[in-house]
């Protein structure tokens, strides 16, 4: 191994290929060429004629600790993706049949005390029998905000942080991909547009040396980054990571989607999910159309009677024909291989319902750019990157198969199967404590906190059957009037915020 001088520091990386340039490679590309600098010549290699997955569109709030680091100006991105500002998500018919919640981003609205959580009081609160008394969802400001159609960004702290709507973005993923394009390009990505036909290895290491395009050219790196979609050609094809199926627990393996004109009324800033007697349909407003879509089960339905389903289901007219999508849920084992690691749909995919894969997308190259390697490829940074991708994946594959089995539907042959299928052991132990004492037994580092698993496990009728022990220092008539004040304060406080549509008009004015 050749040194640069200094025993201790050795040769860094000089040049990285992405290959793939559907949202996850731009992504990567914009962080990449922000984070190594002049000296790392970083190249992404596409194909149009293959294309895109073309879909995402509903984000998560972290997504701004990206557009930070990368410098990306907020009201720029907005206009050039004709995006809308998002601050949670409805479900509808995922508890009940006309039932529906909101799992809104964010922290609860003001806590009554310091050691015992809201939701306790608010459950003891509940037994005081009062007919007007406020759902779970109404402590959050986005609740109220979202009735309107408004939104605002928030002001100067005022030390309660329920006073603040926390937000992320929907957009359009094609525009999204150009946009970030641009910023790559201007910051020294190079872009080669080309159909890879082989990948070559190094016969002793096993790392993949270089690619070869359908025109005889060939691109060779120190590093590879796998964008490559579903196919995964470089980390599951050339270095044959295996692929872990975890469809036993989610069973969708289909969605068909179609954009549909604007609503009239007004820009909705949220996110609906719609469950059907089969999987659920998403509906996203962007500012020039609403994206939908309908994610199902073929071992539940036919195409045909899915595309009923998502058609008779819109708000307003189809501006195409539906698109269909298959996949099959799960990851690869290994993100990171020899000197290739995989970020988007190459690494695997978990169905859109709490809008996570492009959070994936960021955290994978946020880490990577933590255990950034040298041309040595330290076997103890790439474990360490593998460890903690499994555990990220693994936490939020576990959320997301909550909603599936904490269901009372009963109505149909998929609901019933989702309720009574086996959950993996870290599900089945989070729920027993929720629902026998209202604990919530997930680390720090979990994405989703104690906010949104009780959004979604109240909304969904899984209530504790018990309070923290100390809730008892105040009687029930107590907690019941404070939890009532909240939720006023917050339904006044909602008043006063713009119109989102209107927000969003002159927040993106000249851009
Ligand atoms: C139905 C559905 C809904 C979704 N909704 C959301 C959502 O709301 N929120 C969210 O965060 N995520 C969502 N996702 C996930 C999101 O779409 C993806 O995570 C994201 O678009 C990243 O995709 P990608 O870039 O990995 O793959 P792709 O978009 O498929 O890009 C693959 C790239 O690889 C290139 N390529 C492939 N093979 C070759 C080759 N041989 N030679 C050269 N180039 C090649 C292609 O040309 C393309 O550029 C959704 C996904 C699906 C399927």
Redesign the pocket.
């Given at each position: 191994m050749t040194m640069d001088g200094d025993n201790s520091q050795p040769q860094a990386i000089a040049d990285v290929l992405i290959?793939?340039?559907?949202?996850?490679?731009w992504m990567a590309a914009t962080m990449l060429a922000t984070a190594l600098g002049p000296k790392t010549k970083v190249t992404l290699?596409?194909?149009s004629a293959?294309?895109?997955?073309g879909?995402?569109?509903?984000?998560i709030p972290p997504i701004k600790k990206f557009n930070r680091f990368c410098g990306i100006d907020e009201r720029a991105f907005l206009a050039a993706t004709n995006g809308t500002m998002k601050i949670g998500i409805e479900f509808e018919n995922w508890g009940g049949r006309g039932e529906k919640y909101l799992h809104a981003f964010g922290n609860v609205g003001r806590e009554l005390d310091g050691l015992v959580r809201l939701h306790h009081w608010w459950r003891m609160g509940q037994s005081a029998g009062l007919a007007d008394y406020p759902a779970w969802e109404d402590l959050y400001l986005a609740r109220p905000a979202a009735n309107a159609m408004r939104f605002g960004l928030p002001g100067q702290p005022t030390g309660n942080p329920g006073d603040r709507l926390v937000h992320a973005y929907h957009f359009d993923?094609q525009l999204y991909a150009q946009f970030l394009r641009k910023i790559s390009e201007q910051r020294g990505v190079a872009h080669v547009e080309g159909?890879?036909a082989s990948v070559g290895r190094d016969g002793e290491s096993g790392h993949v040396t270089h690619v070869v395009l359908d025109d005889g050219r060939e691109l060779a790196a120190d590093f590879f980054v796998d964008?490559?979609?579903?196919?995964s050609?470089l980390l599951g094809e050339a270095m044959e990571e295996p692929f872990e199926d975890w469809s036993r627990w989610l069973a969708s393996d289909r969605?068909l989607?179609v954009p549909s004109a604007p609503d009239e009324r007004g820009i909705i800033p949220i996110t609906r999910s719609i469950a059907h007697n089969v999987g659920w349909q998403w509906r996203i407003p962007l500012q020039n159309r609403i994206g939908n879509?309908h994610?199902y089960s073929s071992a539940f339905s036919t195409d045909e009677a899915a595309e009923e389903r998502l058609l008779s289901g819109l708000d307003t007219p189809a501006r195409d024909t539906p698109r269909l999508?298959c996949?099959t849920t799960g990851r690869r084992k290994n993100a990171w291989s020899g000197n290739v690691v995989a970020i988007?749909?190459?690494a695997g995919f978990l169905e859109?319902l709490e809008?996570?894969?492009?959070?994936l997308?960021q955290t994978g190259l946020e880490r990577l750019v933590d255990f950034f390697p040298s041309r040595r490829i330290e076997p103890a940074l790439r474990d360490r990157y593998n460890v903690l991708v499994e555990q990220e994946w693994t936490q939020i594959r576990d959320f997301i198969i909550a909603h599936y089995k904490v269901n009372q539907r009963g109505d149909s042959e998929f609901w019933r199967h989702c309720a009574s299928m086996d959950v993996p052991d870290t599900l089945t132990e989070l729920l027993e404590l929720w629902e026998h004492q209202g604990r919530l037994t997930i680390d720090g580092g979990h994405l989703f906190q104690l906010g949104s698993w009780s959004q979604v496990l109240i909304g969904q009728n899984l209530l504790p059957k018990a309070v923290h022990s100390l809730t008892n220092r105040t009687s029930a008539e107590a907690a019941a009037r404070d939890i009532r004040q909240i939720a006023a304060s917050l339904r006044a406080r909602a008043e006063g915020l713009p119109l989102h549509k209107d927000f969003l008009e002159s927040y993106c004015a000249g851009f």
């Open positions: 290959v793939g340039g559907g949202s996850a490679g290699v596409e194909s293959i294309g895109t997955v879909v995402g569109e509903a984000t993923a159909k890879i964008c490559t979609g579903f196919r050609l969605a989607a879509g994610v999508i996949f988007g749909l190459s859109p809008s996570t894969s492009l959070h997308v």
